[in-house]
């Protein structure tokens, strides 16, 4: 499977400022996802992020919060904005391949960010 | 209404034993393939083991194996000679092929804890 990096692995943050998160990945993919885990919760996808076009948003998040770059196939970056302490939460990205027949996510290790 | 049902928060199971568990899943999709993922507390999503819909037989992956009882949708994880290592948090996950939206939908989760 691919290998997937993130930077940074975690950051203590004060609400109103920004961070980017960034995810690189080894080999070219196609579709690259944004995961939000917050303490004690499952995952929740963010946005799908494909490769010279918009990222396409879930339900309850948009892009002026959680704007996301595509540059390449194999780098992304999410930054949360304007944070306050409900940003808490694991950031994961992960990516998609072909694996036991169908497609498999594979995650990156996660950004553990801390709003206060 | 929730696709993906894991009733255990939490268990306990004692070294070199085997640990089963539950996920039940709701859709009405023919095509569709079923994940579980280990979540260690560095928070990292490790994937552990597939099964797709219209497989015939259970998957297995060394001492993880899959319990998949179609006409129950359920698809029971079992871990095998239970190891210290093996203490963390487990996410069953679906994911609808059908609807072709890449989309996976994870379970609540549950922690296993691993008692020498």
């Known amino acids: 499977s691919a290998v997937i990096s993130q930077k940074p692995s975690r950051d203590i943050c004060q609400r109103g400022t920004s961070l980017t998160i960034q995810c690189q990945v080894d080999s070219q993919v196609t579709m690259m996802f944004w995961y939000r885990q917050q303490p004690g919760q499952s995952l929740t996808l963010i946005a799908t992020a494909n490769q010279g076009s918009e990222a396409t948003y879930e339900s309850g998040f948009v892009i002026d919060k959680f704007p996301i770059s595509r540059p390449n196939l194999t780098f992304s970056t999410l930054t949360v904005s304007n944070m306050s302490p409900e940003d808490s939460s694991i950031y994961l990205c992960?990516?998609?391949?072909?694996?036991?027949?169908?497609?498999?996510?594979?995650f990156g290790p996660g950004t553990r960010l801390t709003v206060l | 209404a929730q696709k993906i049902t894991q009733t255990q928060p939490g268990m306990f199971v004692q070294e070199k034993e085997a640990v089963t568990l539950d996920c039940t899943y709701d859709t009405s999709d023919p095509s569709y393939g079923l994940f579980w993922y280990k979540q260690p507390s560095s928070g990292e999503m490790i994937f552990l083991i597939y099964q797709g819909s219209y497989d015939q037989q259970n998957a297995t992956e060394g001492r993880y194996s899959l319990n998949f009882q179609k006409a129950r949708k359920s698809a029971n994880l079992v871990i095998s000679a239970s190891q210290l290592g093996d203490s963390a948090m487990y996410f069953c996950a679906m994911r609808e092929l059908q609807s072709n939206d890449y989309k996976l939908s994870f379970g609540a989760g549950t922690t296993v804890t691993v008692r020498a």
């Open positions: 992960s990516v998609e391949e072909g694996a036991s027949g169908a497609d498999t996510q594979y």
